[in-house]
């Protein structure tokens, strides 16, 4: 079996154990390629079908080249489509310009997400994060038990030796299910040309600059790149040694630094 | 080698004159008494304006003015906006200390480093532990691993060897300040343990690393001093026992890190304590942006967060600690004061705050100082237009959100200026106030 196919394989294995486990359980959609390659593959594991909603988090943010491509293949592939939005902080103004981001993740992200789990009461959601994106997500589990804060404690999770999962948990847990954690980037890309899997045109070069990571407009920053298709993008990939979320990096030290000030009583 | 051509420098963040002075007379430090009977005098120091940490530390590794470093506290707006920025050691505008001695200066220039230009040597050696304003960390001549704030301990770091070495000890960056109001014992036992990785970390470097200047600096006493210094003197508090504790184990550090350089100088050596700035129990916390709003100098947006809530014709604000802009025209993107009309404005401030008294009658403000009493050099043009500089027990702050022009928080204690300390040999030329910018120029001659 080739690598992509073990890949592949592994990932449908999670995502039908997932759902025989929990039924009432969702995906997160957030429309960026690691989600939709997920998407894909749930698509693939259950013949052509999504047997459970779809959720896409709205900060009202988004690319419109998201919105678009959300709309177009929601239709496309008749998806149960769940719009959340944290609208009393949407009226509210909350955005980019207004607290820090912090502020603003937690709210339209965090926070939407939160409501839309407890007015729909799921088990669990699968997400299309990938161990290689973050030092943090290297802890990660395949089933990952939050409490009813939202609270991951890594240092208190199932071990998953041997690829035994764990997927009980107390009453008022949710699970955390990644079905892709064991994909890389380049991967990641190697599958969507494989499957020929659509991608909003983001991804691609554009005046020498593409988005390797897409979220909210104003949070992301193209790199310079004139890799116009996927195979220029596997290519630049191969020669690559900067990090999928290099431009995101100044926004958590920032972060950081706001906390640790806060706590001496300036700002 | 001559062993009398090193210095050694304990930076203890935020320690007083006064209160050493105390615990020595008290016999809470008796390493220190021990210090100052054998030759080594203890000296209030005056600290850089404003007194704040990333200033304060800035001022001393470089020995100039913030008119020529340019950090003028932990914040900044971006030039031509209100929004935040945190200036760090990129921002830095003159050589460090071990820049000048260690042929790292590059481009950057200043007045000190001019005067030493071929009377010290650059090839000299430097480890530098925990001094606060030098994240990223810059590849100098030694070692270095940065101080508050400090947001990543491997690009804090350099050589990458010594953040492996800080890594397999655990280090500590910083304790968690927020565990001081509701965790109080888990904040003293973890302020114990950092000082303890502090000194097997200098320790470490001390022993494994050749080196002529070393600077080991301990911020956990800051940290008490925020949250616990009116535990300091007050027998009957409930953290009184424990601050001094604190205090008694810092003293062993003196001692212990004073006998192992000595040995090893043959007593030759420079050895020296000094602080960035003092502390004084906080009577009430004085929002001066509150007290603008409240005169009509400043309108707020309470739709948008932090500086960026400036409302139109807004004539000035404040930054911590007492940094006052006024908001000039071509200066902010609202600037609301044309340049003829800057000094009636300055005028009206100066005197607004020199009548500001609290609800029983005290004086809040000790002294109003405009930038060109304080700044020269070419960074003075992005200084505040006055600093506020408040008596003692009044902490002055920028926060922009509070409803009332005083209050009280969770911090008991608050920086001054005038009470920062250096120990010294009693033989060091000295000016008769000594100044933390007076520092990297006595430990310069030490290496002609």
């Known amino acids: ?267 | 080698m001559d062993s009398s051509k090193k210095v050694f420098v304990l930076g203890i963040d935020g320690a007083p004159q006064t209160l050493l002075s105390e615990y020595a007379a008290e016999g809470i430090m008796p390493n220190l008494k021990k210090i100052l009977s054998g030759g080594y005098s203890l000296h209030q120091m005056d600290a850089s304006i404003p007194d704040v940490s990333s200033t304060s530390w800035t001022s001393f590794m470089t020995g100039v003015n913030p008119g020529e470093h340019g950090i003028y506290g932990f914040m900044e707006l971006l030039p031509n906006t209100y929004r935040m920025a945190f200036p760090n050691y990129a921002s830095i505008k003159a050589p460090a200390l071990w820049d000048i001695i260690g042929g790292t200066s590059g481009a950057k220039s200043s007045t000190l480093a001019d005067g030493f230009k071929g009377r010290v040597p650059n090839s000299l050696r430097s480890i530098v532990i925990n001094m606060p304003e030098t994240f990223p960390a810059p590849a100098l001549n030694g070692v270095l691993t940065a101080g508050f704030v400090c947001p990543d301990l491997k690009k804090g770091t350099y050589p990458d060897s010594a953040y492996q070495y800080l890594r397999s000890i655990n280090y500590i960056m910083d304790i968690e300040a927020s565990n001081a109001s509701d965790k109080p014992d888990a904040f003293f036992d973890e302020a114990l343990l950092a000082l303890n990785k502090r000194a097997e970390a200098f320790t470490h470097f001390m022993d494994k690393e050749r080196w002529d200047l070393f600077i080991g600096v301990v911020t956990e006493t800051d940290r008490l001093h925020h949250f616990f210094f009116d535990a300091a003197r007050e027998k009957t508090h409930k953290y009184h026992e424990r601050f001094v504790f604190f205090y008694s184990k810092m003293d062993d550090m003196i001692g212990r890190f004073f006998e192992r350089f000595m040995d090893a100088t043959g007593g030759r050596g420079l050895f020296m304590t000094m602080s960035d700035h003092g502390f004084a129990p906080i009577r009430k916390e004085v929002y001066l942006n509150r007290l603008f709003v409240e005169k009509g100098l400043l309108t707020l947006d309470a739709a948008r967060e932090y500086f960026e809530q400036i409302g139109q014709g807004s004539k000035a604000f404040v930054m911590d600690p007492g940094r006052i802009y006024i908001n000039l025209e071509g200066r902010y993107p609202g600037g609301a004061v044309a340049a003829s009309e800057k000094n009636a404005v300055v005028n009206e401030i100066i005197s607004l705050l020199l009548d500001l008294k609290d609800s029983e009658g005290r004086a809040v403000i000790k002294r109003v100082f405009e930038a060109a009493e304080l700044y020269s050099g070419t960074e003075s043009g992005r200084s505040p237009d006055l600093v506020a500089i408040g008596n003692d027990g009044f902490d002055i702050k920028g926060n922009i959100k509070k409803p009332e022009v005083f209050g009280t928080s969770h911090f008991r204690g608050m920086h001054t200026r005038h009470d920062a300390h250096c120990v010294l040999p009693s033989g060091v030329a000295l000016p008769e106030r000594l100044h933390i910018e007076n520092l990297a120029g006595i430990i310069l001659e030490r290496f002609i």
């Not at chain 1, 008749?78 to 955005?95: H, S, Y």
């Not at chain 1, 007015?119 to 943090?136: T, V």
């Not at chain 1, 983001?202 to 790199?223: E, H, M, V, W």
């Not at chain 1, 290519?235 to 972060?255: F, I, M, P, V, Y």
């Open chain 1, 1 to 267: 079996m080739d690598h992509l196919t073990a890949l592949e394989n592994k990932s449908i294995f999670i995502i039908r154990e997932a759902y025989y486990r929990f039924r009432n359980i969702a995906m997160l959609w957030s429309v960026g390629k690691d989600s939709t390659t997920l998407l894909w593959l749930v698509r693939k594991a259950f013949f052509g079908e999504v047997p459970f909603p779809v959720i896409h988090i709205d900060t009202t943010y988004k690319f419109p080249e998201m919105y678009r491509f959300r709309d177009e293949y929601a239709k496309k592939w008749g998806l149960n489509l769940i719009v959340g939005r944290n609208e009393g902080q949407v009226e509210a103004g909350m955005g980019p310009g207004k607290g820090t981001k912090l502020d603003c993740c937690n709210e339209l992200k965090t926070n939407a997400l939160k409501q839309i789990i407890e007015k729909n009461g799921f088990k669990a959601l699968l997400l299309g994060i990938r161990r290689d994106e973050h030092g943090i997500r290297a802890k990660e589990r395949v089933f990952s038990p939050r409490d009813e804060n939202f609270k991951w404690d890594y240092e208190d999770q199932p071990a998953e030796l041997w690829d035994q999962y764990k997927s009980t948990a107390a009453e008022d847990n949710h699970f955390r299910v990644h079905p892709i954690l064991h994909m890389t980037e380049l991967d990641i890309w190697k599958y969507i040309r494989r499957e020929n899997i659509p991608l909003t045109e983001l991804y691609l070069s554009k005046n020498g600059k593409r988005y390797r990571s897409i979220g909210c407009a104003p949070c992301c920053s193209p790199i310079d790149s004139n890799a116009s298709n996927v195979d220029e993008i596997i290519a630049e990939l191969e020669s690559s040694h900067t990090s999928e979320r290099a431009g995101r990096a100044q926004d958590k030290e920032d972060a950081y630094t706001m906390q640790k000030l806060r706590s001496l009583g300036y700002m």
